[in-house]
Protein backbone atom coordinates (compact mmCIF):
# COMPACT_ATOMS: atom_id res chain seq x y z
CA UNK A 1 0.00 0.00 0.00
CA UNK A 2 1.36 3.38 -0.71
CA UNK A 3 2.34 5.61 2.42
CA UNK A 4 1.32 8.79 0.28
CA UNK A 5 -2.00 9.22 1.60
CA UNK A 6 -5.37 11.99 0.75
CA UNK A 7 -7.89 13.78 3.10
CA UNK A 8 -10.92 14.24 0.53
CA UNK A 9 -13.36 17.11 1.16
CA UNK A 10 -16.88 16.51 -0.13
CA UNK A 11 -20.35 18.16 -0.26
CA UNK A 12 -22.01 16.41 -2.87
CA UNK A 13 -22.28 13.00 -5.19
CA UNK A 14 -19.16 12.17 -4.61
CA UNK A 15 -18.61 10.88 -8.30
CA UNK A 16 -14.84 12.55 -7.96
CA UNK A 17 -14.33 10.87 -4.76
CA UNK A 18 -15.21 7.64 -5.98
CA UNK A 19 -13.17 8.01 -9.10
CA UNK A 20 -10.15 8.77 -6.62
CA UNK A 21 -10.91 5.90 -4.28
CA UNK A 22 -10.97 3.37 -7.34
CA UNK A 23 -7.75 5.24 -9.17
CA UNK A 24 -5.97 4.75 -5.87
CA UNK A 25 -6.52 0.91 -5.43
CA UNK A 26 -5.64 0.34 -8.90
CA UNK A 27 -2.71 1.91 -8.95
CA UNK A 28 -1.77 2.05 -5.53
CA UNK A 29 0.06 5.43 -5.99
CA UNK A 30 -1.67 6.60 -2.89
CA UNK A 31 -3.94 5.75 -0.16
CA UNK A 32 -7.34 7.93 0.82
CA UNK A 33 -7.28 7.52 4.33
CA UNK A 34 -9.99 10.30 5.49
CA UNK A 35 -13.18 11.56 4.04
CA UNK A 36 -15.15 14.58 5.31
CA UNK A 37 -18.06 16.15 4.27
CA UNK A 38 -19.70 19.68 5.25
CA UNK A 39 -23.33 18.30 4.37
CA UNK A 40 -24.74 15.05 6.27
CA UNK A 41 -26.96 13.90 3.45
CA UNK A 42 -24.92 13.41 0.44
CA UNK A 43 -23.95 10.25 -0.98
CA UNK A 44 -20.64 10.57 -1.21
CA UNK A 45 -20.53 9.76 2.48
CA UNK A 46 -21.88 6.67 1.70
CA UNK A 47 -19.45 5.64 -1.04
CA UNK A 48 -16.70 6.65 1.39
CA UNK A 49 -18.38 3.87 3.98
CA UNK A 50 -18.12 1.26 1.25
CA UNK A 51 -14.77 1.60 0.74
CA UNK A 52 -14.32 1.46 4.21
CA UNK A 53 -12.27 4.53 4.59
CA UNK A 54 -13.49 6.82 7.71
CA UNK A 55 -15.74 9.75 7.33
CA UNK A 56 -16.34 12.62 9.47
CA UNK A 57 -19.64 15.26 9.16
CA UNK A 58 -18.20 18.60 10.20
CA UNK A 59 -21.37 20.33 9.15
CA UNK A 60 -21.39 24.02 8.62
CA UNK A 61 -24.44 24.88 9.88
CA UNK A 62 -23.85 23.71 13.49
CA UNK A 63 -21.02 26.54 13.98
CA UNK A 64 -21.78 30.04 14.40
CA UNK A 65 -19.19 31.66 12.42
CA UNK A 66 -17.03 30.31 9.84
CA UNK A 67 -13.92 30.63 12.35
CA UNK A 68 -15.24 27.94 14.27
CA UNK A 69 -16.58 25.84 11.76
CA UNK A 70 -12.70 26.16 9.85
CA UNK A 71 -11.54 25.36 13.53
CA UNK A 72 -13.33 21.97 13.69
CA UNK A 73 -12.36 21.09 9.92
CA UNK A 74 -8.77 22.08 10.68
CA UNK A 75 -9.12 19.41 13.42
CA UNK A 76 -9.82 16.67 11.35
CA UNK A 77 -7.60 17.60 8.51
CA UNK A 78 -4.96 17.13 11.29
CA UNK A 79 -5.42 14.29 12.98
CA UNK A 80 -6.00 12.34 9.36
CA UNK A 81 -2.49 13.16 8.81
CA UNK A 82 -2.55 13.18 5.01
CA UNK A 83 0.43 14.41 2.43
CA UNK A 84 -2.66 16.35 0.59
CA UNK A 85 -5.71 17.59 0.79
CA UNK A 86 -8.21 17.75 -1.83
CA UNK A 87 -11.36 19.43 -2.30
CA UNK A 88 -13.76 17.84 -4.42
CA UNK A 89 -17.20 19.22 -4.69
CA UNK A 90 -16.07 21.10 -1.15
CA UNK A 91 -18.76 23.74 -1.11
CA UNK A 92 -17.62 26.08 1.32
CA UNK A 93 -15.68 28.88 0.54
CA UNK A 94 -12.57 29.20 2.72
CA UNK A 95 -10.57 31.95 4.63
CA UNK A 96 -7.29 33.21 3.39
CA UNK A 97 -6.11 32.04 6.87
CA UNK A 98 -7.29 28.51 6.54
CA UNK A 99 -6.20 27.82 3.18
CA UNK A 100 -2.53 29.30 4.34
CA UNK A 101 -2.05 26.60 6.75
CA UNK A 102 -2.36 23.92 3.81
CA UNK A 103 -0.43 25.79 1.14
CA UNK A 104 0.85 24.01 -1.30
CA UNK A 105 -0.92 20.82 -0.17
CA UNK A 106 -4.46 21.42 -0.70
CA UNK A 107 -6.08 20.87 -4.73
CA UNK A 108 -9.43 21.95 -5.95
CA UNK A 109 -11.07 20.97 -9.07
CA UNK A 110 -13.12 23.01 -10.81
CA UNK A 111 -15.65 22.75 -13.94
CA UNK A 112 -14.47 25.33 -16.12
CA UNK A 113 -11.43 26.48 -18.80
CA UNK A 114 -10.33 28.51 -15.94
CA UNK A 115 -9.22 31.33 -15.20
CA UNK A 116 -12.66 31.54 -17.01
CA UNK A 117 -16.20 30.58 -15.31
CA UNK A 118 -15.02 30.90 -11.75
CA UNK A 119 -17.69 29.98 -9.50
CA UNK A 120 -21.53 28.56 -9.88
CA UNK A 121 -23.30 27.13 -12.91
CA UNK A 122 -20.38 27.09 -15.37
CA UNK A 123 -21.93 24.93 -18.01
CA UNK A 124 -25.21 26.72 -18.34
CA UNK A 125 -22.74 30.27 -18.48
CA UNK A 126 -20.60 28.41 -21.19
CA UNK A 127 -23.82 27.57 -23.18
CA UNK A 128 -25.19 31.45 -22.98
CA UNK A 129 -21.88 33.19 -23.72
CA UNK A 130 -21.86 31.20 -27.26
CA UNK A 131 -18.71 29.98 -25.58
CA UNK A 132 -16.69 27.56 -28.69
CA UNK A 133 -14.59 25.32 -25.60
CA UNK A 134 -14.66 23.78 -22.26
CA UNK A 135 -13.50 21.73 -19.89
CA UNK A 136 -12.10 21.57 -16.19
CA UNK A 137 -9.00 22.90 -14.48
CA UNK A 138 -7.22 21.23 -11.54
CA UNK A 139 -5.32 24.44 -9.42
CA UNK A 140 -3.65 24.43 -6.31
CA UNK A 141 -5.95 26.39 -3.70
CA UNK A 142 -4.87 29.84 -2.88
CA UNK A 143 -6.79 32.19 -0.61
CA UNK A 144 -8.97 33.79 -3.56
CA UNK A 145 -12.01 31.93 -5.20
CA UNK A 146 -11.10 29.56 -8.30
CA UNK A 147 -8.01 31.01 -8.28
CA UNK A 148 -4.21 29.51 -7.43
CA UNK A 149 -1.69 28.23 -9.94
CA UNK A 150 -3.34 25.50 -12.55
CA UNK A 151 -1.95 21.91 -12.59
CA UNK A 152 -4.14 20.65 -15.32
CA UNK A 153 -6.80 21.11 -17.90
CA UNK A 154 -8.84 18.61 -19.93
CA UNK A 155 -10.68 20.65 -22.98
CA UNK A 156 -13.07 19.42 -25.68
CA UNK A 157 -15.19 21.66 -28.54
CA UNK A 158 -18.66 22.68 -27.83
CA UNK A 159 -21.16 21.03 -30.01
CA UNK A 160 -24.28 22.79 -31.56
CA UNK A 161 -26.43 20.59 -29.50
CA UNK A 162 -24.77 20.22 -26.61
CA UNK A 163 -26.83 21.01 -23.32
CA UNK A 164 -25.96 21.92 -20.30
CA UNK A 165 -26.44 18.15 -18.73
CA UNK A 166 -23.99 16.84 -22.10
CA UNK A 167 -21.31 19.53 -20.84
CA UNK A 168 -21.74 18.28 -17.23
CA UNK A 169 -21.13 14.55 -18.25
CA UNK A 170 -18.65 15.49 -20.37
CA UNK A 171 -17.21 18.02 -17.65
CA UNK A 172 -17.58 14.66 -15.14
CA UNK A 173 -15.90 12.29 -17.60
CA UNK A 174 -12.83 14.22 -17.94
CA UNK A 175 -12.34 15.13 -13.87
CA UNK A 176 -12.72 11.59 -13.25
CA UNK A 177 -9.22 11.49 -15.07
CA UNK A 178 -7.92 14.17 -14.70
CA UNK A 179 -8.10 14.78 -10.32
CA UNK A 180 -6.75 10.90 -9.46
CA UNK A 181 -3.89 11.91 -12.38
CA UNK A 182 -2.61 14.55 -10.80
CA UNK A 183 -2.92 13.68 -7.27
CA UNK A 184 -0.89 10.64 -8.72
CA UNK A 185 2.08 12.86 -10.00
CA UNK A 186 2.40 14.52 -6.47
CA UNK A 187 2.22 11.38 -5.06
CA UNK A 188 5.00 9.97 -6.96
CA UNK A 189 7.07 13.67 -5.93
CA UNK A 190 6.65 14.75 -9.97
CA UNK A 191 4.67 17.89 -9.28
CA UNK A 192 6.44 20.88 -7.68
CA UNK A 193 5.36 24.45 -6.96
CA UNK A 194 7.47 27.45 -7.27
CA UNK A 195 6.19 30.67 -6.43
CA UNK A 196 3.12 30.71 -9.64
CA UNK A 197 5.23 28.51 -11.92
CA UNK A 198 4.27 24.38 -11.50
CA UNK A 199 6.73 22.17 -12.53
CA UNK A 200 6.14 18.58 -14.07
CA UNK A 201 9.21 16.27 -14.16
CA UNK A 202 10.78 19.88 -13.85
CA UNK A 203 9.55 21.55 -16.69
CA UNK A 204 7.38 24.43 -16.49
CA UNK A 205 4.66 24.09 -17.87
CA UNK A 206 3.09 27.65 -18.54
CA UNK A 207 -0.07 29.57 -16.76
CA UNK A 208 -3.08 26.90 -18.06
CA UNK A 209 -0.97 24.15 -16.81
CA UNK A 210 -0.56 20.68 -18.67
CA UNK A 211 -3.36 20.74 -20.77
CA UNK A 212 -5.16 17.20 -22.49
CA UNK A 213 -7.89 16.62 -25.02
CA UNK A 214 -10.64 14.95 -24.49
CA UNK A 215 -9.59 12.41 -27.41
CA UNK A 216 -6.59 11.75 -25.11
CA UNK A 217 -8.19 10.59 -22.17
CA UNK A 218 -10.46 8.54 -24.14
CA UNK A 219 -10.11 4.57 -23.58
CA UNK A 220 -8.29 5.78 -19.74
CA UNK A 221 -9.63 4.17 -17.07
CA UNK A 222 -12.83 6.58 -15.32
C1 LIG B 1 -17.38 18.75 -9.78
O1 LIG B 1 -17.94 19.09 -10.99
C2 LIG B 1 -16.25 19.69 -9.45
O2 LIG B 1 -15.71 20.28 -10.57
C3 LIG B 1 -16.89 20.74 -8.60
O3 LIG B 1 -17.90 20.09 -7.90
C4 LIG B 1 -18.32 18.93 -8.60
C5 LIG B 1 -18.29 17.79 -7.64
O4 LIG B 1 -18.99 16.68 -8.09
N1 LIG B 1 -15.90 21.37 -7.77
P1 LIG B 1 -18.93 15.31 -7.29
O5 LIG B 1 -19.54 15.54 -5.92
O6 LIG B 1 -17.51 14.87 -7.22
O7 LIG B 1 -19.79 14.37 -8.10
Known amino acids: M ?3 S ?8 GSNLQAIIDWAKQTNQFTVNHV ?3 N ?3 FGIQRAEKANIPVTVVNHREYDTRYAFELALQK ?3 EAQADLVVLAGFMRILSGDFVRLYQHKMLNIHPSLLPHYKGLNTHARVLDAAESWH ?6 VTPELDDGPIIAQVKFAIQADDSANDLKAKVQRAEHWIYPTVIGWIAENRL ?3 ENNVL ?4 ALGPLGRQFSFQEIEGTPT
Do not use: A, M, N, R
Open 2 to 4: STF
Open 6 to 13: VVVLIGGS
Open 36 to 38: ISH
Open 40 to 42: PDV
Open 76 to 78: VID
Open 135 to 140: GTSVHY
Open 192 to 194: KQK
Open 200 to 203: LDGE
